[in-house]
């Protein structure tokens, strides 16, 4: 009976060794994925220990950690809830951590490295460690008038300070309640999840930097540049027929509502983008050629890259253009030309700091637990698309457009305004999306804005460019302008 | 694998008179280091997670190094050719055992709603499973008068394995499985003891028909398969595992019973037919049973892409799986990971929380003690001189290997998960006592092989045999 015994002893020695070479795939090879896997809350409920870091809006706390008496030390809290969720995020035990709570994880939690030395100290004075803060630069004011803009609506805002690229308002709606997402109960979370799941679209999504939409005559304002800088100058004669017949095919071009810009007759470049007329800037868009709109286009950033402000920023394009036809409908931001509000504000900021486009951010400062600032952020250019002239020559127009023409809603007492609206088209039978663009005063920029209203249904000038006011005065009143 | 102190030349050349060591020596030296690490385990447990040292820590190392100091005294007394390192393993799984235990009792009690704490009473049936192997010892002198009373425990075996099935689901139901008795409070597994009394039967049986069943009639592809009546024993204990799957709804069991059988069959008769009419069997009935029962095809799907599942069926490996992926390399340390995050840590998964606090370093290791614990079984078998008592070390120390296996497989989603507990480490007074019973038989019969001139006559054909018995330096 050895033999089989000893064929035994090996045949055990081969099954322990698979269950070893089995738990080594796992513990080893898989170890990194297992635990950054979303779902595993281990590693966040150590961070539940420590107290977690505030996210600071002028001062007050839009994310900080309470004590609690129950088994995880600390529950996040926003006492804000919905307005800042987008920027947030949430923390939560079941579904990780998204928004800023993920963007500066590090600093929060108090891994970061720029606090090594304040964590040094608490190993040897056995403090219990504690993560830093972030304080950020928007500016309440802001962020409740772009909130209140919005309601009921589904779109987004930003407002940047044109001169630094300091993020002023970003406010995306539906919004959610982050502290539902946060609780210490899972079952309760999963249920508000699922409730948010089932709403269309998801207010998880942040409309303002994570989705992307045709900016319709937004997109005018890279056409002009690009036509300036090849030598048109704002009273460069355009033609600007009723009808556009775009080169082969079948299709044509109207201008919105089959209105005509100037009944049919030549126009120059200032007046078809204040009445935003559709057909001058398709031909002149066929004009240009898709060399120097694209690369205008990138130039704003519309390259189709992502960046970070932290947050990340969807890239935005101008897609793929086949042939004339699709030139000139690209050319009034149609077709595959696809936008975030983040980057429609970048290229109001681009032309209201005269050329020169400044890399949207934040964060302002970090904190330390005891609240020295151990960093804060320096402006720094992101593009120069444009020249000082042409930017000028831009901002006369979009003033135009705002005293004259489609953008009145957004005029401001005794501050001049400098703008531009956009109707997009969806597809039939869906309403469209409407923008607007802008920045005041116009003189002296102070906040340049973006405003867009998903399936608005109306006007660029009708349902975006009052929203906008209202984002712009709540930022000036508040400077004491 | 073989130290010295299995040196069997002793056993087979006793008429020299001199003497052969005992080992006994090794083996408190070894129960020493066991205490040492199962006493150091618990403060670590206690710093790290409360902070300071629990005001029980003296009452329990004392305690446990009572318990093995008994056993030890008593293996000493009689059983002094025993193999040394059998008890320190299993005072050295039940030690950490105890650790992770009291560590998620800690884990516990941070909760909303303290929880009963469990260490003590599994260090109180760890004092029954010592009282029973004590038992063991003194009252079987002689492991080969076990074939006396086969028939017996074979009825006493299937009758234990019977009864949760007949009881009413109330007392015998737990997660779907039917395989307990709750009385008062307390919840035995009559399955685990089953496992052993059949054990003994099926060694003694094979014992009396080995000849019978190795008998070949025809040859199939180089192949000698039995005879077509002889196919009897095999398919009982196929219908067997299959009655317990159905009855009680419990894989682990119908698995480790067949799988168990079937390696004895092998071992009795030499014949890797049996071997492959057996695997035959198992993949018949496991595709007839993920067929026809859904617990078996969930169990089957959640183990193929448990993340798809991860928040219903496949919860509990899931969260294994994060358990054992965040421990990594060198684990979080005891009291330092959140092992309580895996529900029923403490019996089915506890693998995985040694696994995440002590990490893959702490888990292998586990993993070598059952591994060396095993071999030495299986040792004393290739030594012990009898045929029946071969037969029996065999299927008790392919019982501890194969449940090791499936259970360990299970949590580390190499197998599919099966509910049997992990031995001496896991949470469980029936478990935990059965096995204590189950090293006890292999003490004695590691006595008895290792045990110079012996008193009996040596059958011939074991003289035979010597010489492969006897190298292995």
Same mark, same amino acid.
């Given at each position: 009976?050895?033999?089989? %015994? ?6 055990? %020695? ?54 609690? *008496? ?51 100290? !608490? ?6 460690? &504690? ?13 409740? &008038?772009?909130?209140?803009? %919005? ?26 309640? $982050? ?6 109960? $899972? ?99 066929? !004009? ?6 694209? @690369?205008?286009?990138?130039?704003? *950033? ?82 120069? $698309? ?45 309403? !469209? ?42 930022? %000036? ?5 | ?5 299995? =040196? ?207 008998? &070949? ?23 067997? @595992? ?7 709804? =419990? ?60 928040? @219903? ?38 693998? @995985? ?121």
């Amino acid at each position: 009976m050895n033999a089989p %015994l000893r064929r035994v002893a090996i045949s055990v %020695l081969v099954l322990f060794t698979l269950l070893i070479i089995n738990v080594n795939y796992i513990q080893v090879v898989r170890s990194d994925e297992l635990r950054n896997n979303s779902g595993n809350t281990r590693v966040l409920a150590e961070e539940y220990d420590r107290e977690r870091g505030s996210i600071i809006v002028a001062g007050d706390p839009i994310a900080l950690s309470a004590p609690t *008496g129950d088994r995880l030390t600390y529950l996040r809290k926003y006492p804000q809830g919905e307005l800042y969720a987008g920027v947030t995020g949430y923390y939560s035990l079941v579904y990780g951590n998204t928004g800023m709570e993920r963007a500066e994880n590090d600093v929060l939690a108090g891994s970061d490295p720029r606090l090594f030395v304040r964590r040094l100290a !608490d190993l040897f004075t056995g403090r219990d460690p &504690a993560g830093g803060d972030v304080v950020l630069t928007l500016d309440p004011a802001v962020q409740k &008038a772009a909130m209140a803009g %919005l309601q009921g609506k589904t779109g987004a805002v930003v407002a940047l300070n044109p001169s630094t690229g300091a993020v002023l308002g970003m406010a995306s709606t539906p919004s959610y309640d $982050p502290n539902q997402l946060s609780s210490h109960h $899972p079952q309760k979370i999963r249920a508000y999840s699922e409730q948010l799941d089932a709403a269309d679209p998801d207010p998880r999504n942040n409309q303002a930097i994570g989705e992307r939409y045709a900016p319709g005559s937004v997109f005018k304002v890279i056409v002009s540049a690009a036509a300036l800088k090849a030598g048109y100058k704002p009273d460069s004669m355009l033609k600007a027929p009723n009808v556009l017949d775009l080169p082969g095919s079948s299709a044509t071009i109207r201008n919105f509502g089959g209105e005509s810009c100037n009944g049919g007759a030549d126009q120059s470049l200032i007046d078809a983008l204040t009445v935003s007329c559709n057909t001058a800037f398709a031909q002149l868009g066929m !004009d240009l050629g898709e060399d120097k709109v694209r @690369s205008m286009a990138e130039a704003f *950033g519309m390259d189709g890259k992502k960046f970070q402000i932290p947050l990340s920023v969807t890239g935005s394009a101008i897609g793929d253009i086949d042939g004339k036809a699709a030139l000139g409908q690209s050319s009034i931001g149609q077709l595959d030309v696809a936008a975030t509000p983040m980057q429609a504000a970048m290229i109001a900021a681009a032309v209201a700091n005269h050329g020169s486009l400044m890399k949207p951010y934040l964060v302002d400062q970090v904190r330390a637990p005891d609240l020295t600032v151990i960093d804060r952020t320096d402006p720094e250019e992101f593009k120069k $698309p444009i020249s000082k002239d042409i930017a000028d020559q831009l901002t006369t127009m979009m003033i135009s457009v705002v005293e004259k023409g489609s953008g009145k809603a957004a005029r401001l007492p005794g501050v001049k305004v400098a703008g531009k609206t956009g109707t997009a088209q969806v597809g039939e039978g869906v309403p !469209d999306h409407n923008w607007f663009i802008g920045f005041a005063p116009a003189d002296d920029p102070k906040i340049a804005v973006a405003v867009f209203v998903k399936n608005g249904g109306g006007t660029g000038g009708g349902v975006a460019a009052p929203i906008a006011h209202d984002v712009m005065k709540a930022y %000036l009143d508040g400077q004491g302008g | 694998m073989a130290g010295p102190s299995t =040196d069997p030349r002793g056993a087979g050349a006793g008429a020299a008179g001199n003497a052969v060591p005992k080992r006994r020596g090794t083996e408190a030296a070894l129960l020493g280091f066991a205490v040492l690490i199962t006493v150091v385990a618990q403060c670590i447990v206690d710093v790290t997670v409360t902070g300071s040292l629990s005001t029980e820590l003296a009452t329990f190392s004392a305690w446990i190094a009572g318990l093995w100091v008994v056993a030890h005294l008593v293996v000493r007394r009689i059983a002094p050719y025993a193999d040394p390192l059998l008890l320190p393993c299993v005072a050295l799984l039940v030690g950490l055992g105890l650790a992770v235990i009291h560590r998620l009792d800690l884990a516990g009690q941070q909760g909303e709603k303290a929880s009963r704490e469990d260490a003590p009473v599994q260090l109180l049936w760890a004092t029954l499973g010592v009282a029973l192997f004590v038992v063991i010892l003194v009252v079987v002198r002689d492991h080969r008068l076990l074939s006396r009373y086969a028939y017996t425990l074979a009825l006493l075996g299937l009758g234990l394995l019977a009864l949760p099935a007949l009881l009413p689901g109330s007392i015998s139901e737990v997660n779907g499985a039917k395989i307990w008795i709750r009385l008062a409070g307390f919840s035995i597994q009559p399955g685990e003891f089953a496992k052993i009394c059949l054990i003994v039967f099926f060694a003694a049986y094979l014992d009396e028909k080995r000849d019978v069943l190795a008998l &070949a009639s025809r040859k199939v592809a180089g192949l000698e398969l039995p005879r077509g009546r002889d196919l009897g024993p095999v398919l009982m204990a196929w219908v067997l @595992s299959i009655l317990v799957l159905v009855f009680e709804r =419990d894989l682990g069991s119908s698995l480790l019973l067949f799988g168990i059988f079937v390696v004895m069959l092998y071992v009795a008769t030499e014949r890797a037919s049996w071997l492959l009419i057996g695997v035959g069997l198992f993949a018949g009935g496991a595709f007839i049973a993920y067929q026809i029962f859904g617990h078996v095809r969930v169990r089957v799907d959640t183990w193929l892409d448990p993340f798809a599942y991860q928040d @219903s069926t496949g919860y509990q490996l899931v969260q294994s799986l994060f358990g054992l992926g965040t421990g990594g390399l060198f684990g979080a340390g005891l009291g330092g990971g959140r092992p309580d995050q895996v529900p029923v840590a403490k019996s089915d998964f506890i693998a @995985s929380a040694v696994g995440e606090e002590l990490g893959l370093f702490g888990l292998v290791a586990v993993i070598v003690v059952y591994l060396v614990l095993v071999e030495r079984g299986l040792r004393t078998s290739l030594i012990v001189r009898d045929a029946f008592g071969k037969l029996l070390a065999a299927g008790l120390a392919f019982a501890l290997a194969w449940q090791v296996f499936v259970v360990l497989g299970g949590v580390t989603g190499l197998l599919p998960l099966t509910g049997l507990t992990t031995p001496f480490l896991a949470y469980g007074g029936s478990s935990l006592v059965a096995n204590f019973a189950l090293v006890a038989l292999l003490v004695r019969m590691s006595d008895a092989a290792r045990r110079p001139a012996a008193p009996h006559p040596v059958p011939l054909q074991q003289l035979g045999e010597a010489p492969t018995e006897v190298v292995k330096p």
